[in-house]
């Protein structure tokens, strides 16, 4: 079975401009949940999708969003980027919330 | 979310066993200790979980206290590959989301 793959895995954009990640989860997997790493902040949990419906969110302004489509696939979004934002995006899938979450390799983005 | 406090980092020389300790002494009854790792440059991976009982995978085994306020994830032949960085997490049953700490940094030297 394929992993959870992210496209794309690199990208660099610059201040106010808006950015849009992807994420297909394992085949079967309905649970779609995301996360941003940074050196400074470690590991912290952006959102959560089931069945294209938002279940659970983290502390992160509403500048940061998402959406799951009927096929799982998942994207978030991020508008007027600031410098804050560069990070590592990983998006994690599960076979139903509650389940063992498997992770992806990333997306680093870079904001100048 | 109940805290977890791992040491920062550990060494470990390859082929011998590796312990890395967690404490948890605010655990609830409902809350599982999962382990995961992170590899440089990649997502984090599934190592393994538990409630009260010890248990055994491919990868590793965990050791959970009798009183569970502290447990111990085992790796029986430490290989230059599970150098990475370990995340202990407790996650309340129907809680979905992972809330990672700062996790151990485990070297292994050849």
């Known amino acids: 079975k394929a992993g959870v793959t992210q496209t794309p895995r690199y990208l660099i954009k610059t201040r106010g401009q808006q950015v849009t990640l992807s994420c297909s989860p394992i085949s079967g997997h309905r649970s779609v949940s995301w996360y941003q790493q940074t050196p400074g902040q470690g590991l912290q949990f952006l959102f959560e999708y089931f069945s294209e419906t938002q279940r659970n969110k983290g502390n992160f302004p509403g500048r940061f969003s998402g959406r799951q489509f009927s096929n799982s696939r998942s994207e978030m979004n991020v508008s007027t980027l600031e410098l804050g934002d560069s990070a590592l995006y990983l998006c994690?899938?599960?076979?139903?919330?509650?389940?063992?979450?498997?992770f992806g390799p990333g997306t680093r983005l870079l904001v100048l | 979310d109940a805290k977890t406090t791992q040491p920062n980092s550990m060494e470990s020389n390859e082929e011998e066993p590796v312990h890395l300790p967690c404490n948890h002494s605010?655990?609830?009854?409902?809350?599982?200790i999962h382990w995961y790792r992170q590899l440089p440059s990649q997502g984090p991976e599934y190592v393994i979980h538990?409630?009260?009982s010890n248990v055994n995978n491919r990868m590793a085994s965990l050791a959970i206290a009798e009183d569970r306020k502290s447990s111990t994830l085992i790796l029986h032949r430490a290989t230059l590959r599970d150098a990475a960085v370990y995340y202990c997490i407790l996650r309340t049953t129907g809680r979905r989301a992972l809330t990672f700490g700062s996790g151990t940094r485990l070297q292994v030297q050849p």
């Open positions: 994690a899938s599960s076979s139903d919330p509650a389940e063992t979450q498997y």
């Open positions: 605010t655990i609830s009854g409902t809350d599982y």
């Open positions: 538990g409630l009260t």
